[in-house]
């Protein structure tokens, strides 16, 4: 199994920026692709970012396209998301996620518990 634990979450202003981590541990071999989503309340789980097991591939949700910035460190197993031009919408759980698959792919095996985050106006 893959466990991950995600951390850099909090309460910030609009406009802020924030950096969120995940770390991988356990049979780190089928951490290739990861990717974050988040779920705020009311709402269902939706993509934020994905990246390849080499990080030369990288997918992102319209909605953060050009604020947002995921990026790996395999050395260290984490994978982490920056996030710039924060916007009360992007208040939500966010959750990190790993699956075995080399490239990126629609589903992931493994997942974190989350970490919040919360944008103020």
């Known amino acids: 199994q893959v466990h991950l634990v995600e951390s850099g979450g909090g309460l910030v202003q609009a406009g802020a920026s924030l950096r969120l981590s995940c770390k991988a541990s356990?049979?780190?071999?089928?951490?290739?692709?990861m990717a974050w989503f988040r779920q705020a309340p009311g709402k269902e789980r939706e993509f934020v970012a994905a990246i390849s097991w080499r990080g030369s591939q990288t997918e992102y949700a319209d909605s953060v396209k050009g604020r947002f910035a995921i990026s790996r460190d395999n050395g260290a197993r984490t994978v982490d998301l920056q996030m710039s031009s924060l916007k009360t919408e992007d208040t939500a759980n966010y959750y990190c996620?790993?699956?075995?698959?080399?490239?990126?792919?629609?589903?992931?095996?493994?997942w974190g518990q989350g970490t919040q985050v919360t944008v103020s106006s």
């Open positions: 356990g049979r780190t071999a089928e951490a290739n692709n």
């Open positions: 996620a790993a699956d075995p698959r080399l490239g990126i792919g629609s589903t992931y095996k493994y």
